[in-house]
């Protein structure tokens, strides 16, 4: 099995599935996995086998996804301030744990019926987003080649990514270019690493719905790569191992 920063290299959303539900080995893993990143963020994210229903419809997915099965549903408690940036951060985990298990998976935010009575969301939960993971062909159907191409638009240069006073040392531009491959609202990926006076600070200036969802998304990158621990928050530093 590949390791996780191989995985952050091979990742990539994922829209059609295929029908065969998820085999019991892999579905085993992912919920240890789901269950894992809940008791170490306090998130209650939740595997759903059969919640294709919120994805049913042109209405609900825009024609955007099909046949999916299963989901992740990324929740967590309404009062934890930094609920929206665990389940990124956590949550990018789970998606690369999926990757590992060769499954196919998209960080969705609004394409889907977020009513639907599939998802059991708690009085002091709130539900932020879901992941769709289920089986995939190998190769992305012109669709999903389609919908890429529209959504994702050109790559951004490491430079993007970086504010730097020095000469960045190599386990800071390897971390970095893991970052440049997260995935990102509308491939917005407005955050910046900046390296400054020997430490590292991940600051994000979007205001857009799901800025701490990505931000949470990069620092996973980040530390999977690089290794060492970031604080939670905007404007939050990084210790080394």
């Not at 894992?36 to 595997?47: A, H, I, V």
């Not at 879901?130 to 994702?152: C, L």
């Not at 917005?188 to 390296?195: H, N």
């Not at 979007?206 to 990158?221: E, N, R, V, Y």
Request: with cysteine.
């Amino acid at each position: 099995m590949i390791s996780l920063q191989e995985a952050i290299f091979q990742r990539t959303s994922r829209r059609n599935y295929l029908p065969a539900p998820i085999e019991s080995a892999k579905k085993s893993a992912l919920v240890s996995a789901i269950g894992q990143c809940n008791r170490e963020s306090g998130l209650s994210m939740q595997f759903v086998e059969n919640g294709g229903d919120a994805f049913n419809g042109l209405a609900k997915s825009y024609g955007m996804f099909s046949g999916v099965r299963s989901l992740i549903v990324m929740k967590g408690d309404k009062k934890d301030v930094n609920m929206e940036e665990k389940i990124g951060f956590m949550g990018e985990h789970i998606v690369l744990e999926a990757t590992r298990l060769h499954l196919g998976t998209c960080w969705v935010g609004a394409s889907f019926d977020k009513n639907n009575p599939i998802f059991d969301i708690g009085e002091d939960e709130k539900m932020v987003c879901v992941v769709p993971v289920g089986n995939v062909q190998p190769d992305k159907t012109v669709r999903e080649k389609f919908i890429r191409r529209m959504s994702h638009g050109k790559t951004k240069p490491q430079e993007h990514f970086y504010i730097a006073d020095a000469v960045l040392p190599d386990w800071f531009l390897k971390a970095i270019a893991a970052v440049q491959v997260a995935p990102s609202a509308v491939n917005r990926q407005k955050y910046k690493f900046i390296f400054a006076n020997g430490a590292v600070e991940a600051v994000s200036n979007d205001t857009s719905q799901f800025a701490m969802i990505d931000l949470g998304i990069a620092k996973a990158h980040f530390v999977i790569a690089a290794d060492g621990k970031f604080e939670w928050g905007n404007h939050a530093f990084y210790t080394k191992p």
